[in-house]
């Protein structure tokens, strides 16, 4: 089971020992659980993490359909991070961002059918 904050640090290019960030990075990744849970992910009552405990199965369970939710969680904290300094780079993630919105909303729906 990997922890949800060591990968995302991991994908930030942040050793798993190295602290100083962690706080201002798991507000981030609040924040993109949050948009997760508007378009359907998660639990219904919302879900977050406090530190580096939390696994990425008590979010997705067993689902492997999920797994770009890994994906988004790390653009969406990427952005509000750690931004590239250039226009055409943001557009791009974000862009992922909006595509993996749909995808996983599209996911998450044709489960509910």
């Known amino acids: 089971m990997e922890s949800i904050l060591t990968s995302i640090k991991k994908l930030l290019g942040i050793q798993e020992d190295y602290t100083h960030f962690d706080d201002e990075i798991v507000i981030h990744i609040n924040s993109a659980f949050m948009s997760a849970g ?48 250039t226009g055409p780079l943001v557009e791009a993630i974000n862009n992922q961002i909006n595509e993996l919105e749909w995808r996983l909303n599209i996911q998450v729906e044709s489960k509910e059918a």
């Open 38 to 85: 508007m378009i359907g992910l998660g639990p219904p009552s919302g879900f977050t993490i406090k530190d580096k405990t939390t696994k990425w199965e008590e979010f997705v369970g067993d689902r492997k359909d999920l797994e770009a939710i890994r994906t988004y969680i790390w653009h969406k904290v990427r952005v509000a991070f750690d931004p590239p300094q």
